[in-house]
Each structure stands twice: as structure tokens, then as C-alpha cells.
């Protein structure tokens, strides 16, 4: 469970970061400073089957490397979504990647590159990018949730990354924040995936356009389809109503998971990342203001509680981390 | 926040333990096997003041000291229910010790007694015992759950014990099980706390007689006066309806929390322990009834969940293995 964040001990001046998710492959080169140098996004090609996506994958690096010329490459990262086997250099499972469990991904991509690859799950990946060179830079212990189609978590204890006995720690995505809540795809109900997703807050505006409770959103999804998570928000900025309000409960509701994370971590940092963050300033203020009542270690210890600031690079960059870390100390990992 | 458990390099054949209740002072002498040598239980004089239970208390560790005759004494360890500075060796804050906040306790034993002195938290005393010489020996990694008048948490990561940045980790009992359910003592509504704890049970035992649900319950409150958590526990050993559901939902109560902690941690074994964890046989079915439902982590990893075999024991076991240990990499805490 061991990536010691305090040495980069790899030669090169360079590494290459890859944020592989269902949708989007992103690729990026990135200094010993944590500054990305070049960036490729392309899609991710998953009906076409595993091979085409490692195959654009390693097109990419090429592409990449080509063009940082004569510089050299301390190695390469990816990020993916999904649980890793940090021996194997496998996917043991991933919803997202049909077809890639077990199959030994990192000895692939160095077969065919011919350099240094380091795996990592997207969230700790993003942990990483955020703990380099994010807002988690002055601490050496943070959580993250990413909040996308799905939430993710990540966590750096004591400047490592914690990936539990299994690989499968920091799974607060599937955290319960109501017994009796709304189903989540997990088979759980109340996750508060299910009230601080992409997908939720989706699902919420539906309900709500079919109850007859926003005519705003009722006419966007006439002329435009089903709302995005990214119009609902636009909606809220303007000052719909409805879509304020289902702001508000994602506020309230990550309210409840990060208050319970303050009692069980006791760290002075917790980031929101991924796409739902960047409405951080329509469900932040509910967040902040429901906190101090879920959390008596939130209201001794005051700890932060913030949008990430590198956005969608944290993963890309700190996966890009994990070749200059030369996944220090993952040989120790699952010893728990 | 680090306590080495793999090295105890002290010197001396024996340590000795205190576990400090707000109720109990127990004080016993156990061996480098973790076996307890000699036991004495003392009331805690609370209400007689601070210098009063310190004075009780070097008493009762000189008594034992004599007993054990020639034999080399490595240390002290003590358990308080309290947040700990490590560093200082004060209790930062205590609700159930009025008066001990910021008094140099771990200075002034030392000073009565011209021994090494560690504090800890009781409930971090109690999963170091676990670990020791109990359910986590042959685990790095355990999460408990103190089940008594409130609930507490302890927390050991990779064979250290987790303090968090300002010595409030794993403050379990406070994490929300439902967002709008019973009110807790720290403010918050549904809490743990409120629905496992000995407090919870009488406070629903108490609710369900007046609501003329338990006639057997009824009888005993006005023969024996207001039942206890022990008295509703035989009660449900015995076969009444009332008490079994109040142990069943708290066992499925119980499994949101640890079901959170799995997907949070991801570590082998989740032990209850405290005076509650004895009504096992009436809660557990239905805590392990629920958790699958409630944690994927816990359906792809399988962790142990069990009642602490140490019972009373596991705090004191504990705090004497701090002794032992010698506080090893304490001076690292609160570098979060």
C-alpha cells in the first residue's frame, strides 16, 4: 500500500502520465516540476476491445515522447478506473474496461514501449496530482472524492497512498449516507454515489422535469434532450429553483461522507475533484454550512474542505508522479 | 501518529496497563507474552477530583509493583477516554475526566512513580491490544468499534496505531448512520452512537415500555428499576420479541458503520468490542445478515467482522503494550 511521495529517485527529466477512463484517454507529459509539458486527449475506444485502446494508448506515448525530442523519459503512468494489482501490474476489475482483468496491462505496455510503467487507480492517481503539486502540497495526508458518472475515492496517509489489503480501499463512493436512500448501481441503497454523481444529479433533474417541477429544465429537455449534469448547474447559476435545490442536497448529502471521513481520518485535507466539483459554487456553501453538525472532529479541528484545483489534470499528473516515484515501496503493498 | 508495534525493545520482564473509565480504574501487570500477571479494579473517584484519581492510581500501580517482587518493570501505559497530546503527554480534551484537560497527567506519574510513562487513547489501547495478543494478531491492520456508554474507535494501519493530525482519528461513534434519525450527544441526528451503543438500547427499551410494547420489559423496570443494556440482553436471550428487534436493529445499525469502514479502509478484521460486543449472539446475525447488502468491498474481500476475544481486558492489555513498545515513533505524530 506504499508509495513514498517524498523521493523521486528515477533519472529523466520527464515522465508521461495517462488518464484512461471509459470515455476519454488523456496523455500527458509532465516535468519534474509537476508542469504539464504536452497533452494528447483522444477517445477511448472500449467497444473496439482492450487491444485498440492499448494500442492508441501506446501511439500516443510514442506521439508524445516524439515530440519532447532528445529529452528523457523517466517513465510512464497510468491512471485507470478500476481496482489494480500493484504486484501483477493487472486490472483485477473494472465495470468500466471489459475485458481487462487479470490481463497483465503493464508488462504490455512496457513490452512495447520498452520503459518503466506504474499503475494506479484513477482516484489515488489524482490523490497523487492533487498531494504533488494540487492543494494537498503543504500537507502529507489527504482524501479526495472524484465525483463523475461514478464517485471515486483516494487517499494519501502519512505521504502514502493507502490502497487497503485488497487494493480496494478508499472506495467512498459506495459509502452509506442513508440507510433507506436512493438505489445505487452497487446494489446498495443511500451510497452517496447515488445523491453526488454526475448520474444522480441526472436522475434527480428527470424525476423532477417528470413531476412537473421545473419547467425551465422541462423546455431544455425538450430542445436539447435529457440535461446534462453540466446544464443543470448552468441552470442553478441562473437561478433555477429546482435545479438549486437538487444542488443543495449533493451539497448536504457529501455533507454526511466527508463528515464521516473527518471522524474516521482525521486529516486537514479533503478535495473534491472530478467534473461535479466544478459546481463547487452551488453545492459548496450547503457542504460548508451542513459539516459542522455531521462532524464533531470537523468542528475541534477545522480542517479544509476544497474543490481540487487541477481539475481534470490531477489524475494525468499524478499518474505522471508515479514513474518519477518509481512506485518507491509498491513492492510492500498488500501486506496488510 | 506512529507507534511501532514490531519493536519492543525496552528493557524489564513486565509492564503495567491502566485503563481509566470514567467509572472503572483497572490497573494490572502483564507480561512481555501479554499475559496478565496481577489485576486490580478501583472505582474512578471522579466526583473526588483529578489529584484524587491520580493519587488512586499510582497507589494501586506501587501495590502491583510490590506484588511482582524483584521483577524488572519496562514502563506504564494508560488508557484514558480522551482525546491524547502525545507530544505533551495531556489529555487535549475528555468529557467523561472534568478537570484533566491540559494537566501534565503522563509528567506527574512519572514524577510520583520515576518510571516511563505513555498515554493513549482507551480505545486505541484497546485495538493495540487486539493486535498484540488478541483477534489482530496475525493481521497488520484492524479497525474496533468500542461498544459501551458511547462508542468509541481505534484504528491500526500497517502496524501503527492511526492518530490523525490532531489526535481525534477514528472517532467511529460519531459517524452518521442516518441523516435524519436519533439525536446523539454531540448534536448530530444518527450517529452510531445513538443506535449501538449501551446508552441507544436503554434509551429504546425505555421508549418501547412506555409505548406498553414490552410487557416483560414493563415488569422489569418497575421491579428492578430503569433496565440496563445486560438486563434487555438476557431479556432477548430469553426469547422477548421487544428486545430482539432492539438488538436487531442494532446490529443492522452497526452494519452501515462497519460497512462504511470497509469501504473506507479495506483492512482484514473489524472487531466489536466494549460491553455491548457481549450481546454478540443477539446482534451479530443480523450485523452479518446486513453487511454484504451494504458494503461491495465487503462482498469482494471477505474481511473478518468478530467480537473481541479480550473483552474488559483488551484496553489494559493494551496500554501495557505501550510500555513495551516505548512509544516507539511517537515523537512522528501530528505531522499530518
Known sequence: MIVNLMRAESTGSYSIGVDLGGTNLRIAAVSRDGVILEKIALDTEVAEGRDRVIEDMCNGISELAQRLGKKELAGIGVGLPGVINLHSGTVRQSPNLPGWADFPVQAEIERRLGTSVFLENDANSAALGEKWVGCGKNVSSLCILTLGTGIGGGLILDNHVWHGADGMGAEFGHMTIDP???????????????????????????????????????????????????????????????????????????????????????????????????????????????????????????????PSILDADAGLIGSAYLAFARGQGVAQAYRV
Not at 207 to 212: N, P
Request: net charge neutral.
Open 180 to 306: 433507506n436512500g436512493a438505489l445505487c448501481a452497487c446494489g446498495n441503497l443511500g451510497c452517496i454515489e447515488a445523491y453526488a454523481s454526475a448520474t444522480a444529479i441526472q436522475r434527480m433533474a428527470h424525476a423532477a422535469v417528470k413531476m412537473g417541477r421545473s419547467p425551465q429544465l422541462a423546455k431544455m429537455a425538450a430542445d436539447y434532450g435529457e440535461p446534462t449534469s453540466e446544464m443543470i448547474y448552468l441552470q442553478a447559476k441562473q437561478g433555477d429553483k429546482l435545479a438549486l435545490e437538487i444542488f443543495d442536497l449533493v451539497g448536504r448529502s457529501l455533507a454526511v461522507t466527508v463528515g464521516n471521513l473527518i471522524n474516521a481520518f482525521n486529516v486537514p485535507l479533503y478535495v473534491l475533484g472530478g467534473g461535479v466539483a466544478r459546481a463547487w459554487d452551488v453545492f459548496g456553501p450547503a457542504l460548508l454550512d451542513e459539516l459542522p453538525r455531521r462532524s464533531v472532529v470537523y468542528r475541534a479541528t477545522q480542517p479544509r474542505v476544497e
